[in-house]
């Protein structure tokens, strides 16, 4: 060690020295590292949610919904799997239904397995639960201005055409087809929106089955309905 004029204090250290306090730091450097989350079995005939004023159950498994409380999505099957990435205060689970739609949602209180059948890596991001919480991310043409609870409103369809459980393909909500079917719809049902895509299917409520897609062109009359594009 030397000091040269105006007091500037030189290391010198041998090349080996240097090499030695390199890999020493590198040890120290922060690593990132994804999250495990537990996967648990779907279970038939779940509770409808409570806290957002309904009773009953869902028998064929439980609602995906795109917010606590929000719209209708989905449904997770009876014996397939969810990955809980985060559960809220009124125990509502974000995560990932493992079905044949495959798609990141939030499910109702009390529709899960008691114990987890796996740890998995965490898959659905806070980005992805921001943006499908907004209805035009799912859909167009609504029924009912945005923040608006109504119900569906009365359409006609063909009762000849077969009700599926599932459209969507992605967590995207961009796009799908029609899955999981779920038997024939009577003649009226309760429009609520249609969804995106290339070949869009209507969601709505039929009063045996429960909430369910159909195809647009199943809609025989639309009974002056007024659609709403705003955004919430």
């Known amino acids: 060690m030397t000091t040269k004029p105006g007091g500037v204090l030189r290391l010198r250290a041998r090349t080996g020295t240097v090499l030695t306090v390199a890999v020493a730091l590198v040890g120290l450097l922060p690593t990132t590292s994804q999250a495990n989350v537990n996967r648990y079995t779907v279970q038939a005939n779940s509770p409808k949610p409570a806290v957002c004023n309904n009773s009953g159950t869902i028998p064929p498994g439980t609602w995906l919904q795109n917010k606590p409380c929000g719209y209708w999505v989905g449904t997770a099957m009876a014996g397939s799997s969810f990955d809980v990435h985060q559960t809220n205060p009124s125990n509502y689970h974000y995560g990932r239904s493992l079905g044949n739609n495959n798609i990141c949602a939030w499910i109702p209180p009390g529709a899960l397995g008691s114990s987890p059948t ?79 895509g290339s070949n869009p299917a209507v969601v709505v409520r039929d009063s045996v089955i429960g909430w369910i897609f159909l195809s647009r062109s199943c809609v025989t009359n639309w009974r002056g309905i007024t659609f709403y594009n705003d955004n919430d």
Not at 164 to 178: I, Q, R, V
Not at 189 to 194: D, E, I, W
């Open 118 to 196: 796996a740890s998995v890596a965490e898959s659905c991001s806070d980005a992805t639960k921001d943006t499908m919480s907004h209805r035009r991310t799912l859909g167009h043409d609504f029924n009912a201005a945005a923040h608006d609870a109504t119900d569906g409103t009365p359409i006609t369809v063909n009762p000849a055409c077969t009700a599926y459980y599932n459209y969507y393909t992605t967590s995207t909500y961009a796009d799908g087809s029609l899955r999981d079917p779920a038997g024939t719809p009577g003649s009226t049902v309760m429009y609520r929106f249609t969804t995106n």
